[in-house]
């Protein structure tokens, strides 16, 4: 069974910085491209950024892109989101998850992790 627990999140004020974490287990981790998804209240889930499998090619929406930066250790099983340049509209619960275009993702969402930007 595929588990994908994030962390890291918090409140913080505009311009500041985060670094989310999310450990995986039960699949082969390696093999995947992995992303950090956000949801905002009353929005749709969206893909923030993705990294494929080895950690060569990233991918960034373009509301987050020059702030945010995605990464990866496989020896580790670990997907990090490195969040520079806080603004209040990055307010949402963050997740990770193999992304699985058009259908969101591939396996179960995990709990996410609460991230709060205040001006």
């Known amino acids: 069974q595929v588990q994908l627990v994030e962390s890291g999140g918090g409140l913080v004020q505009a311009g500041g910085s985060l670094r989310l974490s999310c450990a995986a287990s039960g699949h082969t981790f390696s093999s995947y491209a992995m992303g950090w998804f956000r949801q905002a209240p009353g929005k749709e889930r969206e893909l923030v950024a993705s990294?494929?499998?080895?950690?060569?090619?990233?991918t960034y929406a373009d509301s987050v892109k020059g702030r945010f930066i995605i990464s990866r250790d496989n020896t580790k099983s670990t997907v990090y989101l490195q969040m520079n340049g806080l603004k209040p509209e990055d307010t949402a619960v963050y997740y990770c998850?193999?992304?699985?275009?058009?259908?969101?993702?591939?396996?179960?969402w995990g709990q996410g992790t609460q991230v709060t930007v205040s001006s």
């Open positions: 998850n193999v992304p699985n275009p058009p259908y969101g993702a591939l396996f179960s």
């Open positions: 990294i494929f499998r080895r950690g060569d090619i990233t």
